[in-house]
């Protein structure tokens, strides 16, 4: 008998599990509640500039690129622009350029001379992680406070849209942990540690990837593999257990049953379905914080611009005071993002750090990032084009004490075999991350069918 398996979301995550599961001959059924897939990953077009309401780009990974392959869009993959390498931070109210390595770190601007010999004395630091660290704690610990205001924290903003004294390094970037862990020092790690043969990319491969028609190509070509598989408009309200090893899903359409099921919602909306199951876990999962975000786009002719922006963009340290997290040069990083002639930015406030900001008026958050943009790149009069998206809960924060919403996931998954979860609460916020736990939960799916 055909094994049955649904996925409940329509982001990223979600398709990639469905798609995966169906190529290897699972029946999937694909459940979303609004009347559109790919999550907050959301492409529009107004008058020639394309915007991204969501995630601008994604960074570059073998499981990433092995989709866009098999889905038939590799070749639609943007070339980033020369001068996207160049990234910017605020300092003092002026734009300076980022090192792009260790050696450019002599040269470049944005840290003091104190604050350069503190990096390069951080090998020599022999102190390790103690538990509960923040990511705050732990970058001062290694690199010394003035990384941490200019680099790390509008980083974080730039990342998590958090607030570095309230992330756990441990959880919020595993990487950087484990790199201390095992080499003892950040630098050393990053030098020394091997990369995975099998990680490598195709040569050309761009380090961030995006698509010419914008990011929702990617989720445009899963959904159109998955068409017959998924049920728009559709409202999980809660998993039961059926008989043994098969699970009831209860819809506003009736309820059926799967041999397994796969979680794939933000955090409230699986709280609220896994209650009957596991009442500890949904509290866990409500207890999550995702802060509030507004995208501002913002065009305004080459003339009316003083300062080139020629580069990726540039992020704003908190030390800055300033009403903006930073802001993207988006088509100064890739081609056909707006007419000839003019220059688009996505501009980002709210986050932990102002989150009331990100809740004002439309008009508010234009008249916000028009005279940010203003005071930094010299720009005159008003924005030949404007456009707000608001996120109330953008992106799930890792913060102390993240191991009991993992160790409470962890359980659940042990004690209801069958059951899944894979969104980007757990293991990684990113789209990267996403899809690369969406392999891995493919994988476990088809080894418990079998089972």
Known sequence: ??????????????????YGLRNAGIEVVLFEKTLAVGGNIRTEFHNGFLVELGANSTLASRELVDLTVGLGIYDQIAQPSPSAKKRFI??????????????GLIANKAFSTKGKLRILKEP???????????VEAFFERRLGR?????????????????????????????????????FGSLLKGSLFSRQDKAAKLPKGTPRSITFTGGMQTMTDAIHSKLADNIRVGATVSGITKASEGTFQVETGEGNEVFDSVVVCTPAGAAAEMLAKLDPVLAEELRGIYYPPIAVVFTAFKHESVMTDPAGFGFLVPGVERRKILGSLWTSSVFENRAPTGYH????????ARNANLALKTDDELINIATDEIASILGTTGEPVFGKVVKWEKAIPQYN????????????FEQQNPGIFICSNFYKGISVSDCIKNSTAAKLQILNHLGS
Not at 147 to 170: C, E, M, Q
């Open 400 to 411: 102390i004490g993240y191991e009991s919403v993992v160790g409470a996931i962890e359980t």
């Open 124 to 134: 020599l630091i022999g102190s390790k992680s103690p538990a509960n660290e923040s």
């Open 90 to 103: 605020l300092r003092d109210g002026n734009l300076v350029a980022l090192p792009s390595s260790i050696a």
């Open 344 to 351: 688009l930015f996505t501009t980002f406030i709210g986050g």
């Open 146 to 182: 003035e990384i941490v205001d200019y680099a790390v924290d509008p980083f974080i903003s730039g990342i998590y849209a958090g607030n570095p004294k309230t992330l756990s390094i441990r959880h919020a970037f595993p990487r950087l942990f484990e790199l201390e862990v095992k």
């Open 1 to 18: 008998m055909t094994k049955r398996v649904c996925v409940i979301g329509g982001g990223i995550s979600g398709l990639c599990v469905a």
